[in-house]
Every structure is written in structure tokens, then in C-alpha cells.
């Protein structure tokens, strides 16, 4: 069970890193055209890949309906919502809010896919949410900078329901299907999806001749829309989807830090407190219980 938190960490860890790298895109190119080229290239790495590991790229009608919905919610409006957001609001402010995952995450898995959660995962949930509103105390008290808006964070947080949705989705599927032609065919489906918005777009990806950007894009799409999915899907595995969530907590974390280090935002005590309370949350939802061994 351990490589699977490791696996789940790490995701999430990329996919909060990743909120930086995606407000830095959106100064140089529009938001349809950044998704559809994330998600274009990871189509070209996962295809070769799936099948020179799986063999095959064939799934089950209902598979590919999981797989499609979960395009819609996870890549559509996660991304869609999450960047626009980012044009209002801070890279910092926007991971204050993602913080609020693990606690949909949670909610989602106990409503929809009946999982049961034991008291000390529900608490875990509060330390989550706790961490949440020392770091929103932060940004009362002008700890977070300037630069935040409501309607930014409103994007955000229907971004936070787009990514509780693909966690939920994907957990539903996890373990009935290969690991990277899932990955393929969620991109497949996110590329079609796009298609309609970047093509009016398309005259703006002049932008790339810029080497900057360009390595930017790459980097955003092998690590967002390839290597977190692997990641994900391989956790979610063995991990129950309301674990899983809490390692949702990590999203916030990276994507704060990124927004200090490559941003230059201010970081307070009090973002400090949040993030510490996060982590607890972590380690009391996965802590081996009685008689339970961590392999």
C-alpha cells in the first residue's frame, strides 16, 4: 500500500505544480489552444506506449462512456475552469481553494460509490478542511497578496468539483481496464471534446516559436496530461477512492509553493498552519491501523 500513496502523492503533487505552470501559459496563449495541445501530445506518447506495453487499444462500450465522462469532468472542466480562474485570481489564492478537494473527494466517495470511511479518515477530512481555513484566514488578513477576486475563486472551485468527478470516475474503473490505454483513450476523448474550441484559436499558436513557452508547453503536458495520470490510475488501484482524496491535499501544497518559487507570491505563518494541518490529515488517513502491514 505504500507505493500506491506514493503514487497518489506524487500526482497530486504534479498536478498542484502544474497551476503555476498553467497561469505562466495563459499570458502567452488562449486557454482552448493550451488544452488541446496538452492533450494532442499526450496523445502521441501514450499511444505508442499502450501498445508496446498493453498490446491493445480496444475497451468495452461502458468503459469508454467511464472513460468519456471522465474526459468531460477531468480534463474539460477541471482545466477549463482552473485556468480561467487563473486570469482573476493569484496561483496562491487559486491552491487555497483547491484545498477544499479532499473534503468533496471524501464526500462524493461515501454518497456515490458507498464507500465506508472509519471516524479517524472523517477526521482527517477536518484537518484537510481545517488547513483550508487557516490558509483563507491568511488571505483576510493580507497574508496572500493582491491579485484575488471572488469570481477567480468561484472558477476554481468548480474546478474542484470537475477534479472530485474524475477521481470519483476513476476509481470506478481502476483495475478493469489497462493502465495507459486508459490514459490514451481519456486524452483521445479530451482532444475530440477540444477540437471545436482551439480551431478558431489556431492562428495564435505563432506563440510557440517562443522557446520559452514552447518548453513550457511540453514539460505542462507530459507531466499533467501523461505521468500524473499513470500515476493516479496505478494508486487508485489498491487505494480506496476516500483515501485517495485525502492525498488530494497535496494540490494545494505544490501548487502554493510553486506560486512562491516561481511567482514570487508571499507566503505567510498562517499558509505555514495550513499546509501542516494538510499533511497531518494525510498521515492519520493512511496510518496502518491495528494488525494492518504497509507494503
Same mark, same amino acid.
Given at each position: 500500500m505504500l507505493v500506491a500513496y506514493l503514487q497518489l502523492g506524487l500526482s497530486m503533487a504534479l498536478v498542484g505544480a502544474n497551476v503555476a505552470i498553467s497561469k505562466l501559459l495563459t499570458e502567452a496563449l488562449p486557454i482552448a489552444l493550451i488544452l488541446g495541445l496538452r492533450c494532442l501530445l499526450a496523445c502521441a506518447v501514450l499511444w505508442p506506449l499502450? &501498445?508496446?506495453?498493453? @498490446?491493445?487499444?480496444? %475497451?468495452?462500450?461502458?468503459?469508454?462512456?467511464? *472513460?468519456?465522462?471522465?474526459?468531460? $469532468?477531468?480534463?474539460?472542466?477541471?482545466?477549463?475552469?482552473?485556468?480561467?480562474? %487563473?486570469?482573476?485570481?493569484?496561483? /496562491?489564492?487559486?491552491? &487555497?481553494? /483547491? !484545498?477544499? %478537494?479532499?473534503?468533496? +473527494? !471524501? +464526500?462524493?466517495?461515501? /454518497?456515490?460509490?458507498?464507500?465506508?470511511?472509519?471516524?479517524?479518515?472523517? &477526521?482527517? =477530512?477536518? #484537518?484537510?478542511?481545517?488547513?483550508?481555513?487557516? +490558509?483563507? %484566514? !491568511?488571505?483576510?488578513?493580507? @497574508?496572500? @497578496?493582491?491579485?484575488?477576486? &471572488?469570481?477567480?475563486? !468561484? #472558477? $476554481?472551485? $468548480?474546478? =474542484?468539483?470537475?477534479?472530485? @468527478?474524475?477521481?470519483?470516475?476513476?476509481?470506478?474503473?481502476?483495475?478493469? $481496464?489497462? *493502465? =495507459?490505454?486508459?490514459s490514451f483513450w481519456m486524452q483521445g476523448f479530451s482532444t475530440l471534446m477540444l477540437l471545436p474550441f482551439c480551431l478558431p484559436v489556431l492562428g495564435a499558436a505563432a506563440a510557440l516559436a517562443d522557446p520559452g513557452v514552447s518548453a513550457l508547453l511540453v514539460f505542462h503536458s507530459l507531466t499533467a496530461s501523461v505521468l500524473c495520470l499513470l500515476l493516479w490510475y496505478a494508486g487508485l488501484r489498491r487505494a480506496p477512492a476516500g483515501i485517495a482524496g485525502i492525498f488530494s491535499a497535496l494540490l494545494p501544497a505544490a501548487a502554493a509553493g510553486m506560486a512562491v518559487l516561481v511567482l514570487g507570491e508571499t507566503f505567510s505563518t498562517m499558509h505555514g498552519i495550513g499546509f501542516l494541518l494538510m499533511l497531518a490529515s494525510i498521515g492519520l488517513a493512511t496510518w496502518p491501523g491495528r494488525g494492518k502491514r504497509v507494503v
Open positions: 499502450a &501498445l508496446r506495453r498493453e @498490446g491493445r487499444l480496444r %475497451l468495452s462500450g461502458v468503459s469508454l462512456a467511464n *472513460l468519456a465522462a471522465q474526459a468531460a $469532468v477531468g480534463t474539460l472542466l477541471y482545466n477549463a475552469a482552473l485556468l480561467s480562474g %487563473l486570469r482573476h485570481t493569484t496561483a /496562491l489564492e487559486a491552491g &487555497l481553494v /483547491l !484545498a477544499t %478537494l479532499p473534503a468533496v +473527494i !471524501a +464526500i462524493g466517495s461515501a /454518497l456515490w460509490l458507498r464507500e465506508r470511511m472509519a471516524p479517524r479518515q472523517w &477526521l482527517a =477530512v477536518a #484537518l484537510a478542511g481545517g488547513g483550508m481555513a487557516a +490558509i483563507t %484566514l !491568511a488571505r483576510l488578513a493580507g @497574508g496572500g @497578496g493582491g491579485g484575488g477576486s &471572488l469570481w477567480g475563486n !468561484a #472558477l $476554481v472551485f $468548480v474546478a =474542484v468539483c470537475g477534479e472530485a @468527478g474524475y477521481v470519483l470516475l476513476a476509481k470506478r474503473l481502476a483495475g478493469r $481496464v489497462p *493502465l =495507459v490505454t486508459a
